[in-house]
């Protein structure tokens, strides 16, 4: 079959290399001039993690990954109120908890689809359904037929709204949002810890990058930001809603003013009905997004792109019954990666002082290694199994 992919992400490119493994002919298209380089930060385990070792993707991984050891909270005079030590988690996982780069992870995940025609700059415009296939105008004005479309296209997925409706219908807002940068040069650096400083509504964190660069992850309840501001104006409402917070936030802020890259977005979860309509499908954040809070987002969507892939090669072509069996796998798997996302904004930007001291309270009892192996460990764990579709 000839499946479209529009996005050149996480979940694309895993659904394309399976895609091929089974005979399938993807192409994929990137709204993007290039892939993207820089960016936030992941931590990446579990299920995804998984499906890299099957993709052979390990190695390349660990040689782009940070390897944390510590997370660090700290009061406005930067002294340590509570930490967790990452490490004799890891080892309960066995290793298979990294942090890297979400553009790092995308770029090897694209490096396995090496052959797969994928075009940059080009993405899908719009599309037209019949029951033998799809024609998708692509933004160059080209037209191209397929069997299957998938939005692999993020958050504001463009495929979802041409064909599921406008973005404001399925997205649920979880009342916070994000900012995340790179400050190439910021002095203060603690090699592989998240060092965050909390106050009522708000976060402030940074991690130490190689090549000195820090990422800065501004974390707040959405109050302080009064509506999404117009494009540009971005940085001016991080100052209005961070300005008056200590420890090193105005520093930070200055330096903010340095660069031009700033993420900004409301953080919020995709929910809808159904994952296809004929055709057409969605897949990673842009049919389930679970948000930063669910710190699997990443695996969710390579998930999504390996049983999508797997149901298409056992139902031998028939979509219908492919698609169907897709989402019975993964659906109440998903939704409860979603519900328990919920339960860490208040780690992020707890609302009063009494939140954030029980806060501090349960991330110190974190500190003797039995709780935390028994608590974090098990929130790690995926309650899943993926089937071996492709095993010869
Ligand atoms: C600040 C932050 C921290 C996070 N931390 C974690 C974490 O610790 N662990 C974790 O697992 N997840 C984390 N996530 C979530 C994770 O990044 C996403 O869930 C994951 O990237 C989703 O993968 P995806 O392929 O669905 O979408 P994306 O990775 O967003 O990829 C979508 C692709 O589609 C492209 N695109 C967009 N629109 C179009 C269009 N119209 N046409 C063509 N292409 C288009 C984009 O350029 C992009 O390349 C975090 C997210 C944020 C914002």
């Given at each position: 079959?000839?499946?479209?992919?529009?996005?050149?992400?996480?979940?694309?490119?895993?659904?394309?290399?399976?895609?091929?493994?089974?005979?399938?002919?993807?192409i994929l298209?990137?709204?993007?001039?290039?892939?993207?380089?820089?960016?936030?930060?992941?931590d990446f385990?579990?299920?995804?993690?998984?499906?890299?070792?099957?993709?052979?993707?390990?190695?390349?991984?660990?040689?782009?990954?940070?390897?944390?050891?510590?997370?660090?909270?700290?009061?406005?005079?930067?002294?340590?109120?509570?930490?967790?030590?990452?490490?004799?988690?890891?080892?309960?996982?066995?290793?298979?908890?990294?942090?890297?780069?979400?553009?790092?992870?995308?770029?090897?995940?694209?490096?396995?689809?090496?052959?797969?025609?994928?075009?940059?700059?080009?993405?899908?415009?719009?599309?037209?359904?019949?029951?033998?296939?799809?024609?998708?105008?692509?933004?160059?004005?080209?037209?191209?037929?397929?069997?299957?479309?998938?939005?692999?296209?993020?958050?504001?997925?463009?495929?979802?709204?041409?064909?599921?409706?406008?973005?404001?219908?399925?997205?649920?807002?979880?009342?916070?949002?994000?900012?995340?940068?790179?400050?190439?040069?910021?002095?203060?650096?603690?090699?592989?810890?998240?060092?965050?400083?909390?106050?009522?509504?708000?976060?402030?964190?940074?991690?130490?990058?190689?090549?000195?660069?820090?990422?800065?992850?501004?974390?707040?309840?959405?109050?302080?930001?009064?509506?999404?501001?117009?494009?540009?104006?971005?940085?001016?409402?991080?100052?209005?809603?961070?300005?008056?917070?200590?420890?090193?936030?105005?520093?930070?802020?200055?330096?903010?003013?340095?660069?031009?890259?700033?993420?900004?977005?409301?953080?919020?979860?995709?929910?809808?009905?159904?994952?296809?309509?004929?055709?057409?499908?969605?897949?990673?954040?842009?049919?389930?997004?679970?948000?930063?809070?669910?710190?699997?987002?990443?695996?969710?969507?390579?998930?999504?792109?390996?049983?999508?892939?797997?149901?298409?090669?056992?139902?031998?072509?028939?979509?219908?019954?492919?698609l169907a069996?897709?989402?019975?796998?993964?659906?109440?798997?998903?939704?409860?990666?979603?519900?328990?996302?919920?339960?860490?904004?208040?780690?992020?930007?707890?609302?009063?002082?009494?939140?954030?001291?029980?806060?501090?309270?349960?991330?110190?009892?974190?500190?003797?290694?039995?709780?935390?192996?028994?608590?974090?460990?098990?929130?790690?764990?995926?309650?899943?199994?993926?089937?071996?579709?492709?095993?010869?």
């Open positions: 079959m000839r499946i479209g992919i529009n996005g050149t992400g996480v979940a694309g490119p895993t659904l394309a290399y399976w895609l091929r493994r089974s005979g399938h002919e993807p298209f990137e709204k993007a001039p290039a892939l993207r380089t820089g960016g936030y930060v992941i385990w579990g299920l995804g993690f998984e499906i890299a070792e099957r993709m052979g993707l390990v190695p390349a991984l660990l040689e782009r990954c940070y390897m944390m050891e510590r997370l660090r909270m700290v009061d406005a005079d930067g002294n340590e109120v509570a930490g967790i030590d990452v490490t004799p988690m890891r080892h309960r996982l066995k290793g298979r908890f990294i942090s890297l780069a979400r553009a790092d992870l995308a770029a090897v995940l694209f490096s396995a689809c090496h052959g797969i025609p994928a075009h940059f700059g080009v993405s899908v415009a719009s599309v037209e359904q019949d029951c033998r296939g799809v024609t998708a105008t692509l933004s160059n004005g080209r037209q191209e037929r397929f069997d299957l479309v998938v939005g692999a296209d993020g958050l504001h997925s463009r495929v979802r709204e041409l064909v599921f409706g406008p973005e404001g219908r399925f997205e649920t807002s979880l009342g916070c949002h994000v900012a995340a940068f790179r400050l190439p040069g910021y002095p203060r650096r603690d090699e592989l810890a998240y060092v965050s400083h909390t106050v009522p509504k708000r976060q402030a964190a940074r991690v130490a990058l190689r090549d000195g660069e820090t990422l800065v992850l501004l974390i707040c309840r959405s109050e302080l930001i009064d509506g999404d501001p117009p494009r540009g104006q971005e940085k001016a409402a991080l100052r209005r809603a961070f300005g008056d917070m200590k420890w090193e936030v105005p520093e930070i802020l200055d330096w903010m003013d340095r660069i031009d890259d700033v993420y900004f977005d409301r953080v919020s979860q995709i929910h809808l009905a159904r994952w296809s309509i004929g055709r057409v499908a969605v897949i990673g954040d842009a049919a389930a997004c679970a948000s930063l809070l669910a710190g699997e987002g990443t695996g969710l969507a390579m998930i999504e792109a390996y049983v999508l892939a797997g149901e298409l090669h056992r139902a031998g072509g028939h979509i219908e019954r492919a069996a897709f989402e019975a796998r993964l659906r109440s798997f998903v939704s409860a990666k979603q519900k328990a996302a919920l339960r860490f904004r208040s780690f992020f930007a707890p609302r009063t002082t009494i939140a954030l001291r029980v806060r501090n309270v349960a991330v110190s009892a974190l500190s003797i290694p039995f709780l935390a192996n028994r608590l974090i460990g098990d929130s790690l764990q995926d309650d899943l199994v993926l089937p071996d579709y492709f095993a010869t």
